[in-house]
């Protein structure tokens, strides 16, 4: 098997985001370790996690399957975007097909207050809601005690503001302009 480092793995990843989201920040970090290895992605705003996962997913080396507690490692056929995009990354791929250094690959999404406040506002005007949570009552967890839809029962937490708020930012794009 042809192996490609964590940290060239790392160099693929920040290429292939550039190209999809050039405007957009990214940060990704490599990290090796007893019994294998990881790279996290983050950034703020910008595209939604399903978009970059489906760019950085098939970068990882492998998969987890919690429900046999067993970890299968699989390669990669290298494509001829995967060699323009190692050429733009001063990266050598050793052959054909490769296995990716890094077993898993992790994509965290934050976002800014600003954003919140538009997500919250939305929501409030689409159900007709006047009292709203603030940004600094989701960030804390604070708005699992209220409701979107009046007459929610306690227990009914697909309806708290902290999911609806989580939900719809998650399924929003914001890309820079």
């Known amino acids: ?8 793995t790392a160099k693929l990843i920040r290429k292939a985001l550039k190209a999809r989201f050039p405007s957009q920040k990214f940060s990704v970090r490599s990290d090796q370790y007893s019994g294998g290895a990881s790279i996290d992605v983050s950034w703020t705003d ?18 987890f399957d919690g429900m046999q507690d067993l970890k299968e490692y699989h390669h990669s056929e ?3 975007e995967l060699r323009m995009l190692a050429k733009r990354a001063k990266v050598e791929l050793p052959g054909d097909p490769v296995h990716f250094g890094a077993d898993f690959v ?19 005007e ?38 609806t708020i989580h939900r719809a930012a998650n399924d929003r794009t914001v890309l820079a302009a």
């Open 1 to 8: 098997m042809n192996f490609v480092s964590c940290t060239d």
């Open 46 to 63: 910008g595209p939604t996690e399903k978009l970059v996962e489906s760019i950085v997913g098939r970068f990882a080396g492998s998969t």
């Open 78 to 80: 290298v494509t001829t």
């Open 106 to 124: 992790f994509t965290r999404r934050k976002f800014t207050p600003s954003f919140l406040e538009r997500v919250i506002a939305e929501i409030g």
């Open 126 to 163: 689409r159900f007709h809601t006047p009292d709203r949570p603030t940004v600094d009552d989701f960030e804390q967890g604070r708005a699992y005690n209220t409701h979107v839809l009046s007459g929610c029962s306690a227990s009914d937490q697909y309806w708290s503001w902290q999911a």
